[in-house]
T-cell receptor, first 112, second 110 residues
């Protein structure tokens, strides 16, 4: 079975721009969670989608949003980028929760 | 609120020596506990998990962990470390909104 894939792997943007990251979960997995990883804050939960609905949300501003499609693929959008948004964004999928989450390789976002 | 503490930011061990990485958690109910490993620039790979049952769980790459409810701990162990084990290790608790510890960076001396 193919693992979780994330595209693109690397992104460079400037402040004020917006960005969309994509995540394809493991086949059959319906839950997709997103995490932000930075050296200062570590790994932080952004949100979780299940069957096209946002089921849970972390403590991030509204500039961070996401969606999930009928095939369980998910996208994450960050608008009005700030320097502090530079991070590794990780996507994880699972059959449901609670269950084991399998992580993708991440998208490295750099905001200049 | 759930939280995870990994007291050791960085640990150095010699190849072939034993390893124990500490993890303490705070969780209001029966915890779902995980250990993940991350190599530089990579995503997280699951080493092992505990949901219920036997408190000593075996994982991949020769790792094991023991759940101790009385101590709110879930320490990771390996009897003999290999140079390829050098990486960052994260303990996590929860389900869809996992809380991660700050991580422990493992260096292996030849």
């Amino acid at each position: 079975k193919a693992g979780v894939t994330q595209t693109p792997r690397y992104l460079i943007k400037t402040r004020g721009q917006q960005v969309t990251l994509s995540c394809s979960p493991i086949s059959g997995h319906r839950s997709v969670s997103w995490y932000q990883q930075t050296p200062g804050q570590g790994l932080q939960f952004l949100f979780e989608y299940f069957s096209e609905t946002q089921r849970n949300k972390g403590n991030f501003p509204g500039r961070f949003s996401g969606r999930q499609f009928s095939n369980s693929r998910s996208e994450m959008n960050v608008s009005t980028l700030e320097l502090g948004d530079s991070a590794l964004y990780l996507c994880a999928s699972s059959l449901d929760s609670p269950d084991t989450q399998y992580f993708g390789p991440g998208t490295r976002l750099t905001v200049l | 609120a759930q939280s995870v503490t990994q007291p050791d930011i960085h640990i150095t061990v010699s190849e072939g020596a034993s390893l124990e990485l500490r993890c303490n958690y705070s969780y209001g109910a029966t915890p779902y506990l995980f250990w993940y490993v991350q190599s530089p620039g990579q995503g997280l790979q699951l080493l092992l998990k505990y949901f219920s049952g036997d408190t000593l769980v075996q994982g991949i790459k020769g790792f094991e962990a023991e759940f101790k409810r009385s101590q709110s701990s879930f320490n990771l162990r390996k009897p003999s470390v290999h140079w390829s084990d050098a990486a960052e290790y994260f303990c996590a608790v929860g389900a869809w909104d996992m809380r991660f510890g700050a991580g422990t960076r493992l260096t292996v001396k030849p």
